[in-house]
T-cell receptor, first 113, second 114 residues
Framework: AQSVTQLGSHVSVSEGALVLLRCNYS??????LFWYVQYPNQGLQLLLK??????LVKGINGFEAEFKKSETSFHLTKPSAHMSDAAEYFC???????????FGTGTRLKVLA | DAGVIQSPRHEVTEMGQEVTLRCKPI?????LFWYRQTMMRGLELLIY????????DSGMPEDRFSAKMPNASFSTLKIQPSEPRDSAVYFC????????????FGPGTRLLVL
């Protein structure tokens, strides 16, 4: 069975500072990992995904994530936060041959002016 | 592409009433998912359809909930009778296949049962 843990339900950063949102996963088989963003009153939008190709994955809006098997992590980063990055971010895991995503509990990012 | 379309966007109803939520998936996608999002429980998968056939409804909370997919371009989620604890945001998502394909989410229906 798979699981996802997102450390920190709320993260605050200053505008221009580094964004780091943490995601650790558990899977007995090679995982596929996703980061989604949810803006207020909207659905979830894919930021990036890892599907066993390059371990450093680049997504939209300047975000990237690195798959680290030894640490079972898939942390999301952005070098410089922008006010428009304020949203809730969800990490999700699935595996080949299954349709089910296991979502983390989400991290709400606040960007301070 | 218009993306996943859901209607209504907001629904306010009284306890005991029937509620029907609607979803139009992205054309060509053969997988459809209904999720419920609440503060307490996060995102929960309610039901999964593949090629219009319900494959997994283990997440449907109880018999008051039912879902149908009469064709590849339309699905409904019905709650009858509704209860205040059903208040949540309901999302529909579709994907072009199964497994690791990206799921594309609709904007959601915000349901409030008084």
């Amino acid at each position: 069975a798979q699981s996802v843990t997102q450390l920190g339900s709320h993260v605050s950063v200053s505008e221009g500072a580094l964004v780091l949102l943490r995601c650790n996963y558990s899977s007995s088989v090679p995982p596929y990992l996703f980061w989604y963003v949810q803006y207020p009153n909207q659905g979830l939008q894919l930021l990036l995904k890892y599907t066993s190709a390059a371990t450093l994955v680049k997504g939209i809006n300047g975000f990237e994530a690195e798959f680290k098997k030894s640490e079972t992590s898939f942390h999301l980063t952005k070098p410089s936060a922008h006010m428009s990055d304020a949203a809730e971010y969800f990490c999700a895991v699935t595996t080949s041959g299954t349709y089910k995503y296991i979502f983390g509990t989400g991290t709400r990012l606040k960007v301070l002016a | 592409d218009a993306g996943v379309i859901q209607s209504p966007r907001h629904e306010v109803t009284e306890m005991g009433q029937e509620v029907t939520l609607r979803c139009k998936p992205i054309s060509g996608h053969n997988s459809l998912f209904w999720y419920r999002q609440t503060m307490m429980r996060g995102l929960e998968l309610l039901i999964y359809f593949n090629n219009n056939v319900p494959i997994d409804d283990s997440g449907m909370p109880e018999d008051r909930f039912s879902a149908k997919m009469p064709n590849a371009s339309f699905s409904t989620l019905k709650i009858q009778p509704s209860e205040p604890r059903d208040s949540a945001v309901y999302f529909c998502a579709s994907s072009p296949g199964t497994g690791r394909e990206t799921q594309y989410f609709g904007p959601g229906t915000r349901l409030l049962v008084l």
